[in-house]
C-alpha cells in the first residue's frame, strides 16, 4: 500500500525518492527489531507502513539539502503528510503518526515559545505506533552519511531545542531503548 502513495508523489528516478526510501526503510528496521527486542503488542506490517509513510510530505517543503524544493518550511513536513494521507484515504493511524513523529512530539508551548509555523495544536505522540516511529526516526538524517546515530548525539540534538523537548526524548528512550 505505501509504495502505490510513494510513487503518486516521488518520481521513479528522482533523488528524493531514494532518499525517503532509504531513510524510511532505515527507520522501519529499526521500529521493527524494537518491537521484536521488547515484545511490544505492534504488528510488523503496521509498523513498517507507518515507517514507510511518515515522511510523505517532505516533497512539500524547502530543503534543498535533501532534495525537497517546495514552498513550505520543513517543520511542517508532517502535517502535509498527514494531509495529504487523509485526502487519499488512507487509514488514520497513518496520518497521526506522519503528523507527530517531528523532533519528540511538538506541544503547544513549544510553537508559542520557538514561534513554530505549525498551528496551535499538540502534536506530540500518543500511541505506542506513533511513539514508536518517533523514537526509531531520530536515529536517522535524511542528509550526510544517513548512518545510523548513537544515543548521546540524539540526546545533545533534542536538548538544543529545550529542556522539555529532551523530557519528552528521554521517556521515549525509556520506553524503547535496546541494545540493538
Avoid at 505506542?128 to 548512518?147: N, P, V
Wanted: proline residues 4%.
Amino acid at each position: 500500500m505505501y509504495n502505490t502513495i510513494i510513487d503518486k508523489y516521488y518520481p521513479i528516478d528522482s533523488p528524493l525518492r531514494q532518499i525517503l526510501i532509504k531513510h524510511s526503510r532505515q527507520v522501519a528496521d529499526k521500529a521493527v527489531k524494537v518491537a521484536q527486542e521488547l515484545h511490544l503488542d505492534l504488528d510488523p506490517t503496521i509498523i513498517r507502513t507507518a515507517a514507510m509513510l511518515h515522511d510523505i510530505g517532505i516533497f512539500l517543503t524547502n530543503a534543498p539539502d535533501i532534495e525537497c524544493h517546495g514552498k513550505e518550511p520543513y517543520i511542517k513536513h508532517g502535517i502535509l503528510g498527514a494531509e495529504i494521507l487523509r485526502r487519499e484515504g488512507i487509514e488514520e493511524v497513518y496520518a497521526r503518526v506522519a503528523e507527530r513523529h517531528t523532533g519528540a512530539g511538538i506541544t503547544i508551548a513549544d510553537i508559542d515559545q520557538q514561534s513554530i509555523p505549525l498551528p496551535r495544536i499538540d502534536f506530540c505522540p500518543e500511541t505506542k505506533l506513533e511513539r514508536l516511529i518517533c523514537y526509531a526516526d531520530k536515529f536517522y538524517s535524511k542528509s550526510g552519511d544517513m548512518k545510523e546515530k548513537d544515543i548521546e548525539r540524539i540526546r545533545h540534538s533534542m536538548s538544543r531545542h529545550s529542556q522539555e523537548t529532551l523530557n519528552r526524548w528521554l521517556t521515549l528512550e525509556t520506553e524503547f531503548y535496546t541494545s540493538i
